[in-house]
């Protein structure tokens, strides 16, 4: 089944590459549709984000994945870097699933 | 730019691997699917046995905003024939459409460039996948030292560098929120698309 599924992105991800290459579209999407499609990317990954924060394995939280969060956050729109975020992200909630 | 795709595909193989999915399948993803926030979330969703048509949904509604980049640049390759520009598209990526609209809005008409560049950016994301993978699979229990977290910490950094107006700090926060309250509802399947469909509506009605 993950390999349906690689099969399945993979072609899903190059026909949202290549349909406007091969085909040409007649005037442009409405201004709230533009700005739909530019937030999607956003939204799903904040998306992906929610569960793993507020419910880690199918269960409430007990603060430590939330407390992590915060950190990275705070760390990614200091330090601007994405592999400073995980680092962070990564030792606090080592650190404070032991609390 | 090359240095941050070398750092996220390492990572990439890191945490898939981590995941325990098959170092064949690790390479597959980054070879044909090639679009680093789909396939860390394809991870996130194999490990929760996501069923097969969520996982595609969800990556083809991540990649929607690559019909908008192709779409701004399919006049500049208007004149070549069909198989190249069919071949130019696999390469299309957030941060080779970033490369070449600077290059076109410079004054460059050259096309080499982007080849040249959206090309290297593949090579090097399967190169670093595979150091991930090898890293990855050095490492041993991922709970234990908070490595199952890397990935959602990823995604955090992601969308907070991606954040460019107010409008999207709301979108993403709602988005968490919805998707989180859905999965603690025990609807976790369908709880990121409908979270992640729903919230850029806000986008739709509020002014920038």
Not at chain 2, 20 to 38: H, K, Q, R
Not at chain 2, 123 to 133: K, R
Not at chain 2, 168 to 182: N, Q, R, T
Request: hydrophobic fraction near 60%.
């Amino acid at each position: 089944m993950i390999w349906v599924a690689i099969a399945g992105s993979a072609l899903a991800t190059y026909l949202t590459r290549s349909l406007p290459f091969a085909v040409r579209f007649r005037g442009r999407l409405p201004p709230a549709a533009t700005r739909y499609l530019e937030a999607l990317p956003v939204a799903i990954i904040a998306a992906l984000v929610g569960p793993a924060v507020i419910a880690p394995a199918g269960a409430l939280t007990h603060g430590a994945e939330p407390l992590a969060a915060a950190l990275v956050i705070a760390t990614v729109a200091w330090r601007r870097s994405l592999l400073a975020g995980v680092i962070v992200g990564v030792v606090s909630v080592a650190l404070l699933r032991l609390i | 730019m090359l240095g941050t795709t070398l750092l996220v595909g390492t990572t990439f193989g890191v945490v898939a691997r981590q995941s325990g999915l098959d170092p064949l399948e690790i390479i597959a993803m980054s070879l044909f699917v090639f679009a680093g926030a789909s396939q860390f979330a394809m991870v996130q969703l194999f490990s929760q046995s996501a069923p097969t048509p969520i996982v595609i949904a969800s990556v083809l509604f991540i990649n929607l905003r690559h019909l908008l980049m192709a779409t701004s640049l399919s006049p500049r390759l208007r004149r070549l024939p069909l198989e190249r520009r069919l071949f130019a598209a696999f390469f299309l990526t957030d941060e080779s459409f970033a490369m070449a609209t600077g290059h076109f809005r410079r004054g460059g008409r050259s096309l080499a460039y982007y080849f040249t560049f959206a090309i290297a950016l593949f090579v090097l994301w399967n190169l670093a996948t595979m150091i991930g993978i090898f890293v990855g699979g050095a490492i041993g229990d991922p709970r234990r030292f908070g490595v199952d977290f890397a990935i959602t910490a990823t995604f955090i950094g992601i969308v907070v560098l991606a954040i460019r107006h107010r409008a999207d700090i709301v979108i993403a926060i709602v988005a968490a929120l919805v998707a989180g309250a859905l999965a603690l509802a025990g609807a976790s399947t369908i709880a990121v698309i409908t979270a992640g469909a729903i919230a850029p509506l806000i986008a739709v009605f509020v002014r920038r």
